[in-house]
């Protein structure tokens, strides 16, 4: 059984940060490439960041791009996002989600609130 379980969400004031996990089980991580997505209240999901397995290479959204830093752990089954700089725009909920050979999956995702 896949699972794809986030963790350390919270509030924290702007210029703050937080660093988001992603616990993956059930498939071969390593073979996987890994994103964190997230939905601010009443907009669309939108991708923020991208790990690949082949090479390590990363994207960024534009809006998080030389704030926000993903990586991954192959050997402990775990993607990360180091969110610093946080700024209330940053305010949504988290997901990470992932994909290998066409199956898709997410987990249920950690509210960030951005806020003082």
């Known amino acids: 059984q896949v699972r794809l379980v986030e963790s350390g969400g919270g509030l924290v004031q702007p210029g703050g940060s937080l660093r988001l996990s992603c616990a993956a089980s059930?498939?071969?991580?390593?073979?996987?490439?890994m994103s964190w997505y997230r939905q601010p209240p009443g907009k669309e999901r939108e991708l923020v960041a991208v790990?690949?397995?082949?090479?390590?290479?990363?994207w960024y959204a534009n809006s998080v791009k030389g704030r926000f830093a993903i990586s991954r752990d192959n050997d402990n089954n775990t993607v990360y996002l180091q969110m610093n700089n946080l700024k209330p725009e940053d305010t949504a909920v988290y997901s990470c989600?992932?994909?290998?050979?066409?199956?898709?999956?997410w987990g249920q995702g950690t509210q960030v609130t951005v806020s003082s």
């Open positions: 989600n992932s994909v290998r050979f066409g199956a898709i999956y």
């Open positions: 059930g498939f071969t991580f390593s073979s996987a490439v």
């Open positions: 790990a690949a397995f082949t090479d390590g290479s990363t």
